[in-house]
C-alpha cells in the first residue's frame, strides 16, 4: 500500500468517526433519542410571561440535547423588550435551563421609551407600568444630569408638599418640571441648581396665602419669579373670581 492509499484510507477512518459526531451535535439524526423534554425558567418576571419565553425557544426541542446553540438561544431570550440579560445552559439529559434578569422601568424617557435602573434606554410595552412613574426628556448624553435634576428637584420641593412627576432638558438647554399639581416650572438654562434652591426656599411663604394652585413658575430672573395661578372655579351662583392670575415674586436671596 503506497502513501497516497494510507493517506486515503486514514482520511475515510476520520471522517466515518466524525460524521457521526457532527451529525449530532448538529441534529441531523438522533435528535429524537435524545430529545429536549423540559425547560426550567428562573428569575423575577413581572414583564416578561413564562409563555412568551417558551414560544421563544421551542422550535429548538426536537433538534436534540447536544444539537442545541446555547449562544444562539441566549441572543434570542436577550432580544426580547424586557429582558436584561439571559443564561442558557442544558442538563443532562434532558433539560434547557434559562435564567432571565429583567429590565426595571424607573422612568418614561421621552414619548415612546422607558429607562431602566441601570441608566439604559430600552423600548418595550408601557401597558400596566406604575402611574408613579416620572416622565423625563432631554439628550441620551444627558442622561445622568436629567436624572440627578429630578432627585433634587423631588427633595428640595417635598417640604412645601409639592412633587414633581417630570424634568425635561430641551434642545437649547433649557430645563422645566412638571409637578402633579398641574404645575409647570421653567428653570432655564444657567445655574439650574441655584434657581431651583432659591426658588423652594421661597416657595412656602409664596403660597401661604394664597388659596390657588400654581399653574406656573418662571425662574428665569436674577432676584426673583414671574408666577401664575390656576383659576378657581366659581360655584353656581356666584360671581366671578379674580381674574387677575399672575404675579411676581421678588424673594431675598
Known amino acids: ?25 448538529n441534529g441531523w439524526f438522533a435528535a429524537d433519542r435524545w430529545p429536549l423534554k423540559k425547560l426550567r425558567l428562573s428569575g423575577e418576571f413581572n414583564q416578561v410571561s413564562d409563555q412568551l419565553l417558551r414560544e421563544t425557544v421551542m422550535d429548538e426541542s426536537g433538534i436534540g440535547f447536544f444539537a442545541v446553540d446555547l449562544d444562539r438561544l441566549r441572543d434570542r431570550v436577550e432580544a426580547l423588550p424586557w429582558v436584561a440579560r439571559a443564561e442558557v445552559r442544558k442538563q443532562w439529559p434532558d433539560t434547557l435551563i434559562i435564567r432571565v434578569s429583567e429590565r426595571k422601568a424607573v422612568a418614561h424617557w421621552g414619548q415612546d421609551r422607558l429607562l431602566s435602573a441601570s441608566g439604559e434606554l430600552f423600548d418595550a410595552p408601557q401597558a400596566g407600568l406604575p402611574d408613579a412613574l416620572p416622565w423625563l426628556d432631554g439628550p441620551e448624553s444627558r442622561i445622568a444630569d436629567v436624572v440627578e ?46 434657581r431651583l434652591r432659591r426658588f423652594a426656599r421661597a416657595l412656602p411663604a409664596l403660597t401661604a396665602n ?7 413658575a418662571d425662574l428665569r430672573y436674577s432676584t426673583g419669579f414671574a408666577l401664575s395661578w390656576q383659576p378657581v372655579t366659581a360655584a353656581p351662583g356666584e360671581g366671578e373670581g379674580e381674574n387677575d392670575n399672575e404675579s411676581e415674586a421678588n424673594p431675598q436671596t
Open 149 to 194: 435634576l429630578y432627585r433634587q428637584a423631588g427633595q428640595l420641593l417635598a417640604p412645601s408638599r409639592r412633587t414633581v412627576i417630570g424634568v425635561t432638558l430641551d434642545a437649547r438647554g433649557s430645563w422645566s418640571l412638571r409637578l402633579a399639581d398641574g404645575g409647570d416650572v421653567v428653570i432655564g438654562r444657567g445655574e439650574p441648581d441655584a
Open 1 to 25: 500500500m503506497n502513501g497516497v492509499t494510507r493517506f486515503a484510507v486514514w482520511t475515510l477512518a476520520v471522517l466515518l468517526v466524525l460524521a457521526p459526531i457532527v451529525g449530532l451535535l
Open 210 to 216: 394664597e388659596p390657588r394652585a400654581l399653574a406656573r
